[in-house]
């Protein structure tokens, strides 16, 4: 008999396998985290059952390593078992796709054995799935069951479960379907497991299922068998593969008595990182806890409301928050609720009940911030919105005049601002990629089987808290798992964890490093700071001492009902009891056809005819007509970049990619080409289908969007069956005045070698991507066309002509965008508008890069020019950098010039995975502020979600408009 | 932002003590030395542990490559530790001028000193591109050649302490005769010695003769190569301490040596030249410097084949021709097409189980490493490549199992070519 244990990172399994190699008894448990004393409990159980001392027997999976070390149990590789069990026991499978809790792999074993694991960056597993049960409010079989009612899918991006959670979150509030949901959940983990793990290999013949998520959910399978066009198994013992390569593996005979005691005796802790204790002891810990009680505001909640009150909402991501004040400003009644997906009946429910408990309360003005603004808002009336950003402001500055600083951690965005003469000066939020705060720990917590509570008062007195690390879930999750290796207890890990969301915050979100640079006075609030865990961290961190409101979870709302007191209206438009009580609401979805976005929409139909129009990126569904976009050179760059059409010519047609570096150096080629007779097609914008078709064959699944589009863009091309493609190396760019060297960054220079390398489809043009260099006007010509005759027969002379009216091409394209923006600039003047600088590359002029951005800042009524509008303002200067990337000094330049313009300012884009900006932000940052300018970041990638972008835009607006009137 | 940058006068050579982050430990050992007996008090760092990276995470942009936060934090952890006179201390760093962020370390690292209070540290590029030039530091030609001749030992010992040591019979002997030639060839550069053609020869087979003289054993081991970022793939507070992991797993390892990279620094600016045009003169100087390299490693090749057994490592003429069946050679940023030739050229000389190593997000990485392993394995579908990324975060447990994974594969196929070979038939007399 043989004996094969697979101790993953939630469950422990383990097969018992006869003589023959037939399963004989298996059996799974969830292990939480006590791995020593499951696999304790399975070697006793194996060796009382079958009666036999001693055994041929091996672990495997992740939790398991490190127990040959210690205590001498033999050790197999997760996949390669999973791989000599398909082998042995299943017939003439091509492919098998094994999902766990936080790993998934994909193995081909036909034509070239390949096994392929996720990387570190890739959470659409298990884990995964289960967190975005929890954000339905489904158990996993209940997500499998809604799944199979599904009409239709949502875009959901799985890289990781923040991102999926920014995308879910908003399509919650707007009411959008549960089945639907989980549909298209499934539907992000199909993608992911193709694009991350397949790499440009294609999943095809006979494919086998195995692992918990597979097993268990019959609709993740269909949605793996639609995309891939093939109906695969899910063979018998689908959980086991693990544990019975693993048994098939075990050679040498283990006597259970002694590895029983060698795992009692094991030293497990020795090798985890600690931290010191968050409470040396509980005397520590009162002190702690009467300092905090002393930071109340007066709540006074009577039997009966009577009179005047403002109401204010706060419809978080995960909670709704409401706040009734009097014209005292004193709180009345407050209510904090998780919103259980559905934040429209909880606020109309509440509400209900508080009017009818206090008939003679008057509420005579409203109003509502959070991601459920804008729908509850138009369903109930209330008078007025505001940004999350001024609402927590307002509550802060109620609370204390001369507060300096506000952090607030809510269940899944990171907020903090600093006041400058009381107004918001400098704002930082969470990037999509760091976000999971509250929401993770409570998630983290119900994983472990605890209550959020329970489980971060456990961490108080841990004597030794685990170092986590500092980043996003993901990595947290592999973080706490080796921290199980190493037998760290739940008390340690949860401490580890209120740790490691504090130093998130502080490093990555404020990078700061010290509470010097923060000011005086903090406040910290969101519902996250309720835990003491979590505030004691962040004192301990920053070694100072801050507030912590007793209403920290309420400052939202409180904020609100605050303006809403202070702008009182003439006439409350909030609905009254009677409509309260009658109101319902119908959900349809559709299709919007007003441009190419396609945005899905989600209309809220609401019983007086009313209606409220949700997932749309523009204003245009809304209010049917399109902003203008006359002071958007966004819009401008774009019409530019279309007027270069396909030009029939002797030497046949010619394909561009455009994409990257191509977008801004389309005049270029596209009139050296046309001028040598050759009929240029473009491969056109982006778009999400073509994305979707050309994914698989993205190598590295960590690089920035932009570049996975170039494999979009070349796909269309070759869609058209275009003879040739050309999409240059290219090491340098042009030379600009502002910049020490004239580099492009490592990707958008050598990516035509990757799709070379990666899209074998290519083989079938003629596809060019040879070095060029552009920088060289005097050799470019000699050079690109000794390229060219490897290809094509042309003539020196012409190549020389065409060069020359290539590069002035180049040159106008250049000088007509500034002369645009400049009309831009002097047309928003004259309105007396705010002028955004939207800074970022050529590239994000494609829409899909952008996600529109530019557009959205325009419909705030601000003008939008771009950093290659200005960049030649400023002369040449010494950085606090080495200004050696062309497209990247115009970043630097442009900051410089903004730093020097009254109404002007810089919002910063940036592709998540982008390297280079990691030097770029700080940079222009300091520049900016140096200048008392506000600095505005946006992460984008493909998440197509910009409420967290509304947050940022609107709190700098605001902030603006606050700076304003205080000069005033 | 312009930063008054904190000048290294020639006063402060004669009281300043010079810290010099850790990368390739017998490398940096000679380098030390040579810096040290040019008259610089310079140090080499080995402070290591979780407040090093703490320092990094805390001083640097988090999103920055791994190498920068560790080179940092290690700095400044250092300076913090008490154990140095921080107004009687400066930095040194090294500076490529490339296209990759390595360029922008040094800028950096004195925006993190600036934050941690540390403004006033004195901090002195190293590079050979006349970069951020410092007073009171300067690279003599002499200081060159005996640098250039502490790589090229280092690359030696480096190789062949690496083929001694999974098999030697008495553990330790290997690393010890390392660590002897490491403490003599310093004394001889200290005399002028070990430095000329003549010298160098006679030094090369007095070491590979005493490596070859080592006691060894015949075990069957996992040949397995490493490539990658140049810090990640050195260091072994970058990778975790990489090589003693895959020694404990029964691995032989080989590394690629530094004066590939070297070569390669050199050659690209001959290939700008052909692909761009212009610099005839530069042309000239780089390949001028392009020979004479070569000429050395040429050198420690023959010294190996003569009097040895051991295996002879990849010339860069092979990895070059090994790239270019691959990438074009204008792919020069970072570790460029040279990381892809390496690949190449261990899979071609028997080390076809390779390691990728990279920091998380790393540019250069994503074309010249993922994205080259498909073609190359097109090539050699036995080629059994695995790509690990390396950042604060990212934990040993998964970058171990993935190594364990590949090494599950490395040893079936070794089995496989055994049996291969046992069964196949006895070539016939004619």
């Known amino acids: 008999m043989r004996l094969g244990i697979d101790i993953g990172s939630t469950t422990i399994k383990y097969v018992v396998l006869d003589d023959a190699g037939r399963c004989i008894d298996q059996d799974y448990q969830r292990h939480s985290c006590q791995i020593t ?24 999976g992740s939790a398991a390593m490190g127990l040959q070390e210690k205590c001498s149990l033999p050790f197999v590789q997760e996949v390669y078992a999973t791989r000599i069990a398909a082998t042995k026991r299943l017939e003439e499978v091509d492919c098998i796709i094994e999902l766990g809790g936080e790993d998934a792999k994909i193995l081909f074993l036909s034509g070239g054995l390949e096994v392929r694991m996720n990387g570190t960056c890739a959470g659409g597993t298990g884990a995964f799935i289960d967190q975005m049960a929890t954000l339905l409010n489904l158990s996993a079989e209940e997500m499998n069951e809604a799944a199979k009612q599904a009409e239709k899918l949502y875009t959901i991006a799985s890289r990781c479960g923040v991102f999926a959670k920014s995308d879910i979150q908003p399509l919650i509030n707007q009411g959008a379907d549960k089945e639907d949901l989980a549909a298209s959940i499934y539907q992000a983990v199909v993608n992911q497991t193709i694009q991350g793990l397949a790499q440009g290999r294609k999943i095809e013949g006979r494919v086998v299922y195995l692992g918990g998520p597979l097993t268990f959910n019959s609709e993740l399978r269909a949605a793996f068998d639609k995309t891939l066009k093939l109906t695969g198994v899910c063979p018998e013992n689908s959980l086991y593969y693990v544990a019975i390569g693993t048994a098939l593996l075990a050679e040498d005979p283990v006597n259970f008595a002694d590895a029983i005691e060698q795992l009692q005796t094991m030293d497990a802790s020795s090798f985890v990182r600690s931290l010191p204790p968050l409470f040396a002891d509980e005397d520590e810990y009162r002190r702690f806890s009467e300092r905090h009680q002393r930071n109340q505001v007066r709540v006074h909640e009577p039997k009966e409301i009577i009179g005047r009150c403002a109401l204010g909402i706060d419809a978080g991501s995960t909670t709704v928050k409401m706040v009734l004040i009097n014209e005292q400003e004193e709180i009345l009644y407050s209510m904090y609720q998780p919103n259980q997906g559905n934040a429209l009946q909880l606020v109309r429910e509440a509400l209900i009940e508080l009017m009818r408990a206090n008939p003679r309360m008057e509420i005579v003005s409203s109003c509502v911030t959070g991601y459920g603004e804008d ?83 456990l961490g108080l007195f841990a004597k030794h808290p685990v170092d986590l690390g500092s980043r996003c879930t993901v990595f947290m999750n592999s973080s706490v798992k080796q921290a199980q290796k190493d037998g760290a207890t739940i008390d340690e890990i949860s401490a580890g964890l209120s740790i490691s969301v504090v130093k998130n915050a502080l490093y990555k979100v404020i990078r700061t490093a010290d509470a010097k640079s923060l000011g005086k006075h903090i406040i910290t609030q969101g519902g996250t700071f309720y835990n003491d865990a979590v505030l004691r961290a962040f004192e301990q961190e920053l070694d100072t001492e801050v507030i912590r ?51 899905r929409l989600t209309v809220n139909q609401f019983s007086d005819g009313r209606k409220y129009i949700g997932g749309n990126r523009c204003e245009r569904p809304v209010t049917k007509k399109s902003t203008s976009q006359d002071l958007n050179i966004y819009a401008v760059k774009r019409e530019l970049l279309s007027q270069y059409k396909p030009v029939p010519g002797p030497r046949g047609k010619i394909g561009l990619p455009l994409a990257l570096n191509m977008m801004e150096l389309l005049p270029f080629w596209h009139t050296f080409f046309t001028e040598l007779g050759f009929e240029v097609v473009t491969s056109g914008f982006a778009s999400l289908e073509k994305y979707q078709k050309a994914q698989n064959s993205i190598p590295s699944d960590t690089i920035c969007f932009p570049a996975k589009l170039v494999h979009a863009a070349i796909q269309s091309l070759l869609d058209q069956q275009i003879p040739a493609i050309f999409y240059p190396c290219m090491t340098y760019n042009m030379r600009e005045k502002n910049a020490d060297n004239n580099y492009n960054c490592p990707v958008v220079a050598y990516y035509p070698e990757v799709i ?97 951005i530019d557009k959205l800042i325009t419909s705030y009524g601000a003008a939008v020019i771009s950093e290659d509008v200005i960049n030649e303002e400023v002369g040449k200067k010494e950085l606090g950098v080495w200004n050696q990337w062309t497209y990247h000094s115009r970043l630097y330049a442009a900051a410089r010039y903004v730093a020097t313009q009254e109404k002007m300012n810089l919002v910063q884009l940036v592709s998540f995975g982008c390297g280079v900006d990691a030097i770029t932000t ?41 700076e304003e009137e205080h000069h005033d | 932002m312009t930063d008054n940058k904190v000048l290294f006068t020639k006063e402060m050579q004669k009281d300043y003590t010079i810290l010099i982050p850790m990368m390739a430990p017998i490398h940096f050992q000679l380098l030390r030395n040579v810096l040290v007996h040019s008259r610089y008090n310079v140090e080499l760092l080995e402070n290591t542990g979780p407040s090093v990276v703490e320092q990094g995470l805390k001083y640097v942009h988090n999103d920055t490559c791994y190498p920068a936060l560790l080179v940092i934090g290690q700095m400044i952890d250092a300076l913090k530790s008490g154990k140095y006179d921080v107004h009687k201390t400066a930095l040194i760093i ?53 640098m250039l001749c502490a790589l090229v030992y280092g690359d030696l010992l480096m190789d062949l302490t690496n083929q001694v040591r999974p098999y030697e019979v008495a553990s330790g002997t290997a690393d010890q005769l390392c660590q002897h030639w490491i403490d003599d060839l310093s ?53 975790n301490s990489l090589e003693k992991f895959l020694a404990e797993q029964q691995c032989e390892v080989k590394l690629p040596g530094m004066m590939g990279f070297m070569l390669y620094c050199v050659y690209n600016g001959v290939e700008d030249v052909k692909l761009y045009g212009g610099g005839f003169v530069k042309k000239q100087l780089m390949s001028f410097v392009y020979s004479l390299v070569l000429k050395l490693e040429k050198m420690t090749i023959d010294a190996i084949r003569t009097y040895s057994d051991f295996d002879v490592p990849g010339s860069f003429p092979e990895m070059k021709a090994g790239a270019e069946q691959i990438i074009g050679l204008g792919a020069k940023m970072g570790e460029g097409w040279l990381l892809t030739g390496e690949m190449v050229e261990l899979n071609k000389s028997g080390f076809k189980n390779i390691i990728c190593t990279q920091p998380f997000g790393c540019l250069p990485n994503h074309i010249v490493g993922k994205g080259m392993i498909r073609k190359i394995r097109e090539q050699d579908p036995d080629c059994n490549i695995v790509a690990i990324d390396y950042d ?35 070539p016939q007399a004619e």
């Not at chain 1, 070697?43 to 091996?58: D, E, G, I, T, W």
């Not at chain 2, 000193?113 to 007073?135: C, E, M, R, T």
């Open chain 2, 187 to 239: 004394r001889q550069f200290d005399h002028r010695q070990g430095l000329s053609i003549g010298d160098m020869k006679r030094n090369m087979r007095d070491i590979v003769m005493s490596y070859a003289a080592i006691e060894r054993q015949k075990r069957d081991l996992v040949k397995v190569g490493i490539v990658g970022e140049i810090y990640i793939k050195y260091s072994p507070l970058g990778n």
């Open chain 2, 94 to 146: 090294t500076q490529t001028g490339g296209g990759c962020r390595a360029s922008n370390y040094i800028y950096l690292l004195r925006k993190a000193l600036k934050k941690a209070d540390l403004g006033f540290v004195p901090v002195i590029s190293l590079n050979l591109s006349g970069l951020d030039s410092q007073p009171g530091f300067k690279l003599s030609l002499s200081m060159l050649q005996k």
């Open chain 1, 37 to 60: 004393e499951k696999l304790i409990e399975v070697l006793q159980k194996v060796s009382a059952k079958y009666n036999q001392p001693a055994m041929a027997l091996a672990v495997s």
């Open chain 1, 922 to 962: 700080d940079e222009v940052r300091e520049i900016l502020e140096e200048h008392g300018k506000i600095y505005t970041q946006i992460k984008i990638d493909e998440i197509t979600n910009l409420g967290a972008v509304k947050i940022r835009l609107r709190s700098l607006f605001a902030a603006l408009k606050q």
């Open chain 2, 392 to 426: 604060p975060s990212a934990t040993q447990v998964n970058q171990e199992n993935r190594i364990k994974l590949m090494l599950s594969i490395a040893r079936e196929n070794m089995k496989k070519a055994e049996t291969d070979t046992a069964s196949m038939p006895v």
């Open chain 1, 549 to 599: 409101p007793n209403i920290a979870g309420l400052m939202g709302a409180y904020g609100c009902a605050l303006h809403a007191l202070r702008h009182c209206p003439d006439a409350s438009s909030l609905l009254n009891l009677d409509q309260l009580e009658h109101f319902h609401n119908e959900i349809r979805y559709v299709q919007c056809g007003l441009c190419n976005n396609h945005c």
């Open chain 1, 756 to 852: 070379a390398a990666n899209m074998q489809q290519v083989t079938q043009c003629d596809f060019i991507y040879d070095y060029v260099g552009i920088h060289r006007q005097k050799n470019f010509p000699i050079k690109v066309h000794k390229i060219l005759n490897q290809h094509f027969r042309v003539g020196l002379r012409e190549v020389i002509k065409a060069s020359k009216k290539a590069y002035e091409a180049n040159d106008q394209h250049l000088e007509t965008i500034r002369q645009k923006g400049q009309e831009i600039i002097t047309q928003a003047q004259l309105d007396d508008r705010q002028i955004i600088v939207l800074a970022g590359r050529p590239y994000h002029a494609d829409p899909l890069v952008s996600h529109d």
């Open chain 1, 375 to 457: 729908l509850i808002r138009s369903a109930f009336g209330v008078d007025a919105g505001i940004v999350e950003t001024m609402a927590h402001f307002t509550a802060s500055r109620k609370y204390m005049p001369d507060v300096d600083f506000i952090i607030d951690i809510g269940g899944q965005d990171i907020k903090c601002f600093k006041i400058h003469n009381g107004t918001i000066d400098n704002i930082f939020l969470n990037e999509a990629c760091s976000s999971g705060c509250g929401s993770f720990l409570q998630t983290f917590a119900n994983a472990l089987g605890y209550e959020i509570e329970d489980f971060s008062r």
